[in-house]
């Protein structure tokens, strides 16, 4: 059963999304877009219907920050500090150059179909690149850390890209895997790794639905679904999913709603000019 704390979380997670979507900075430019637009529908609903898609494509980022926010929580791991947030991070371009190489070789007809070996090499060879190098040899990237912990049962520090479906275009699934790599990378290097073993790194999809199998990285280091719930977490992941379905009939995540379709049905909207 999911407690209270966890409930908090979630909610608090929610209420943040929705309020920030409705704010009136965001209502006010969404006003300016639609106004300047010719349209049959009726500007009050174009902007409410734009309110409502926005929320719905911003549910992986959804799904990302609620992650990080129960890690805070969690009573079996220790969140970092970079967790959650957006940090620049430093590897060379001989780093950037291997990783981009190995991207594209993946996608290639006579590359193996087990990516492991592949993988392990490569993380040992930024590794053997970034300890001999200065910092001066390094080249600076902005990147999101999803989620950083160190495990309190093995002392072992986790990164984990988010994402919330396994649906994407084969174009976008290489990008991120590419992101996912750079990030470790820059994370081998702030964290002066020096053994791949002490910083392993997840792609985690919250639904368990599979669309592509380990093409860039090794089936050990893709959780989906309660995998990484049940390896690190004392959150239960049947316990997230199960309030999540139920939220949508919370008498207050509805009011929000109706209150949305109230500050949008009371704005003043400034009548066109009829061209002569």
């Not at 150059?97 to 492991?116: H, K």
């Amino acid at each position: 059963m999911v407690t209270e704390e966890v409930r908090g979380v979630i909610r608090k997670t929610i209420l943040d999304l929705i309020n920030e979507s409705a704010s009136d900075k965001n209502l006010k430019r969404m006003l300016v877009k639609h106004q300047s637009k010719v349209h049959f529908i009726p500007i009050k609903y174009r902007i409410l219907g734009g309110i409502l898609q926005g929320l719905n494509i911003k549910f992986g980022n959804f799904i990302e920050d609620l992650l990080s926010n129960l890690v805070e929580i969690d009573a079996n791991v220790k969140a970092l500090g970079e967790s959650g947030k957006k940090i620049p991070l430093f590897f060379t371009h001989e780093t950037d150059a291997l990783i981009d190489t190995y991207i594209t070789s993946r996608q290639l007809p006579n590359s193996p179909d087990d990516c492991t070996h592949l993988f392990d090499d490569l993380l040992d060879q930024i590794i053997l690149i970034e300890c001999k190098a200065s910092n001066e040899e390094r080249q600076g990237i902005v990147k999101d850390i999803d989620g950083l912990f160190v495990s309190k049962k093995t002392d072992q520090m986790i990164y984990t890209e988010i994402k919330y479906n396994d649906d994407h275009d084969t174009g976008k699934f290489a990008d991120i895997n590419r992101k996912f790599i750079k990030t470790w990378a820059g994370l081998a290097v702030r964290f002066a790794i020096q053994d791949k073993n002490k910083l392993f790194p997840i792609i985690y999809y919250f639904n368990s639905t599979k669309r592509y199998g380990p093409i860039h990285t090794p089936s050990r280091n893709i959780m989906r679904g309660p995998q990484l719930f049940d390896t690190y977490l004392e959150t239960k992941y049947c316990d997230v999913d199960k309030y999540l379905s139920e939220i949508g009939d919370d008498p207050e995540i509805i009011k929000l709603f109706d209150d949305l379709y109230s500050k949008v049905n009371g704005l003043s909207i400034q009548k066109r000019n009829k061209s002569t």
